[in-house]
């Protein structure tokens, strides 16, 4: 089995890249996992498929797989775990080059929770990639010491104005049919935020993964939102040899027309679009040149500018599209803001 993880911040795209990855034969995507003891164990929120989360099939054979069943899970434990070792502010401790006994006993278990629920969706759905779209840098950086060994964390990076705009607007949700207003950040929030943990993913690739105390092979790819939606049969060809898929007789006909046919994903968590099947429309969302105010552009601009010019975005408008980075949908993208 292999592990792709998506990496980043909220409202970079992850939801539609996993959507597209998960329409290829041997890739089960499971949304968030992060999220799952939260929103699905402990909340029984609605999966991808319309079902609350203990009511899946899917969802229930892999508790059953992997724990015994959900009611097995001992959530105040996990809940400790990602406390003591599973948060962003521990990541500068996780980047170290050892980890003290206690602080990798802790870590190998709580990666181990997730890491069976990985195990099981291979297990039982016979997939040769399981896709998890979390998103949460400590988890990646608690991965490279202690998940699957055959690991691959695609770092997707969007225009951090972009991003900053998504999260002023509101938005449905499609669990309560009511709308709802997103937490407003100030830019210079958003800005140092989206450095931070786009910074943290730089890192986590320089430091490469670590296996039996050694550094082993590159860990970490970088794509840009922006190029998806430029040219996504190519882009998805591009993902689909990143997540080590047979490329003989790869069938990327399901990426037409600016469109995309998407089946059902079993996720409880990530952005609304999750529940959404049939064709999709992909088209870049480029509101924010107009709808964001000026100021916060400034501000955005100027306290992002070395990782703007560093993935490619010009300070004053987005890169043009190269075909080979990254891409964007919709007038939304992705979930919660992580800090």
């Not at 999750?274 to 088209?283: K, V």
Request: net charge positive; aromatic share 8%; hydrophobic share 40%.
């Amino acid at each position: 089995m292999r592990l792709f993880y998506i990496g980043g911040i909220g409202r970079s795209g992850s939801t539609l890249v996993e959507r597209v990855l998960n329409e290829l034969p041997g890739v089960c995507g499971l949304g968030e996992v992060a999220q799952v003891w939260d929103n699905g164990v402990r909340d029984n929120r609605r999966c991808g498929c319309g079902a609350a989360f203990r009511d899946c099939p899917l969802w229930s054979e892999i508790g059953e797989y992997a724990f015994g069943g959900w009611d097995n899970v001992d959530l105040a434990r996990i809940t400790w775990l990602r406390a003591v070792v599973g948060q962003t502010r521990h990541v500068g401790l996780l980047a170290a080059p050892r980890l003290g006994e206690r602080r990798r006993a802790r870590l190998i278990e709580y990666v181990d929770y997730h890491a069976r629920i990985y195990a099981a969706a291979a297990a039982v759905t016979g997939a040769r990639v399981v896709v998890d779209s979390s998103k949460d840098t400590a988890l990646a950086y608690g991965l490279r010491w202690a998940g699957p060994a055959d690991l691959r964390i695609l770092h997707l990076v969007r225009d951090p104005r972009g991003v900053a705009y998504s999260w002023m607007r509101r938005v449905h949700d499609p669990e309560s049919d009511t709308d709802v207003a997103v937490p407003r950040f100030p830019a210079p929030r958003c800005a140092l935020t989206w450095s931070g943990h786009n910074a943290a993913y730089d890192l986590l690739g320089r430091l490469g993964r670590r296996r039996h105390g050694a550094v082993a092979g590159r860990l970490v790819h970088r794509m840009r939102y922006e190029e998806f939606l430029a040219d996504p049969p190519g882009t998805a060809g591009t993902l689909s040899r990143l997540a080590g898929l047979p490329q003989t007789g790869l069938d990327l006909s399901y990426l037409s027309g600016g469109e995309v046919e998407l089946g059902e994903l079993h996720s409880v968590s990530g952005n609304r679009m999750r529940f959404t099947t049939g064709r999709l429309a992909l088209r870049i969302d480029d509101a924010w040149h107009t709808g964001l105010p000026a100021a916060a552009r400034r501000t955005l601009t100027g306290l992002c500018a070395p990782l703007l010019r560093r993935y490619g975005y010009h300070r004053a408008r987005p890169p043009e599209p190269s075909a080979s980075e990254t891409a964007e949908i919709g007038p939304e993208t992705d979930d919660r803001l992580k800090v």
